[in-house]
């Protein structure tokens, strides 16, 4: 399967723990993004990342978030000292050069938070 | 922040019918999208547009950016079952504002 890879599908959290997304990009895909998506609404943007570098964290909260993209590996969206109100599904997409191509979304992890 | 609108929320037609599905913005995009998501998978894009006025079709989906560029329509032509699922609409700027605003989707149902 070439396409956008995250995992885990599904992960389930206690109040106050730290949850990790990863998101593998399509191959020679060098753009990443992430969205979340909360039921019956659309996605909503939160950090644009290139290789070793965020470009764009306008829509990802200040406090809790973070997000990497390394040099190796995948792109890990970290989550710490999680809420309730984290829960949601969190979507990964990314594009080809230039960051103008259409981005290609991975079947996201659905982040569930007792 | 920018906002796209799509309604109604949920469309139900019969099968082998025509559907057209619009969405607007209040800003300007260069780049209007199309995706559909089934449950529990990711969106899968159907269409993208990327001039004002561009008509673009793929199988039974046809979709134009509109000349103002604030608004671009979907249309699915004899609708089948498999049709079901929510579609979003999704403008996009160019170079690094390049994320994606969506429309909260429109949930389209088919009957056999």
């Known amino acids: 399967n070439a396409g956008v890879m995250q995992n885990p599908r599904h992960l389930v959290r206690r109040r106050g723990q730290e949850a990790r997304l990863r998101c593998s990009p399509m191959?020679?895909?060098?753009?990443v993004y992430w969205y979340r998506q909360l039921p019956e609404e659309g996605l909503k943007f939160m950090v644009y990342l290139q290789k070793e570098n965020i470009i764009d964290e306008s829509g990802m909260p200040k406090e809790r978030f973070s997000a990497e993209f390394p040099k190796e590996g995948p792109s890990i969206l970290r989550i710490q000292q999680v809420v309730r109100g984290d829960s949601a599904a969190y979507f990964c997409?990314?594009?080809?050069?230039?960051?103008?191509?259409?981005?290609?979304f991975g079947d996201g992890t659905r982040l569930s938070i007792l | 922040g920018q906002q796209l609108n799509q309604s109604p929320q949920s469309m139900f037609i019969q099968e082998g019918e025509d559907v057209s599905m619009n969405c607007t913005s209040s800003s300007i995009f260069n780049t209007w999208l199309w995706y559909k998501q089934e449950p529990g998978e990711g969106p899968v894009l159907l269409i993208a547009l990327y001039k004002a006025g561009e008509l673009t079709s793929n199988g039974r989906l046809t979709a134009q950016f509109g000349i103002t560029r604030k608004d671009s329509f979907l249309n699915i032509s004899a609708s089948i079952p498999s049709d079901v699922g929510i579609y979003f609409c999704?403008?996009?700027?160019?170079?690094?504002?390049?994320?994606?605003?969506f429309g909260k989707g429109i949930t389209l149902s088919v009957r056999p």
């Open positions: 191959k020679g895909h060098s753009h």
């Open positions: 999704a403008g996009q700027f160019t170079g690094a504002n390049s994320k994606l605003t």
């Open positions: 997409a990314s594009s080809l050069l230039p960051a103008d191509q259409p981005q290609h």
